[in-house]
């Protein structure tokens, strides 16, 4: 999985990218078809930081969270919070359009 960490208004050291990297690669528990996830930092001004988490799944779709905190560090961990719970949704949905379980069969008697 690729995972690129972006900064806006900010500098990402090491252990910011530690830190994303390490939250990110959880995500691959939650889903397989992860092809790419892009992590956006977003300083707004000096109390509100923004974290987005965008991840490209099968199909060339996206799916985007975001989160606001005072730390840098809590809104990448909510966004994240969020990616992996959104990505939950998403296989479920996409475990239900192919029909999931069938009922065995019961011969007639």
């Known amino acids: 999985m690729n995972v690129q960490i972006e900064g806006r208004h900010l500098k990402i050291t090491d252990a910011i990218q530690e830190r994303v990297h390490e939250k990110v690669d959880s995500l691959t528990k939650y889903f397989d ?4 996830v892009r992590v ?6 000096p109390t509100r930081m923004r974290a987005e988490v965008v991840c490209g799944v099968i199909r060339g779709q996206q799916l985007v969270t975001k989160a606001e905190h ?26 239900s359009r192919k029909g999931g379980q069938k009922p065995p069969m019961v011969p007639a008697s």
Not at 33 to 36: A, M, P, R, V
């Open 70 to 95: 005072e730390d840098l560090y809590a809104a990448v961990d909510e966004a994240v919070r969020k990616a992996r719970e959104l990505l939950k949704r998403y296989k479920d949905r996409l475990r």
């Open 33 to 36: 078809g992860l092809h790419h």
């Open 40 to 45: 956006i930092l977003i300083v707004e001004n």
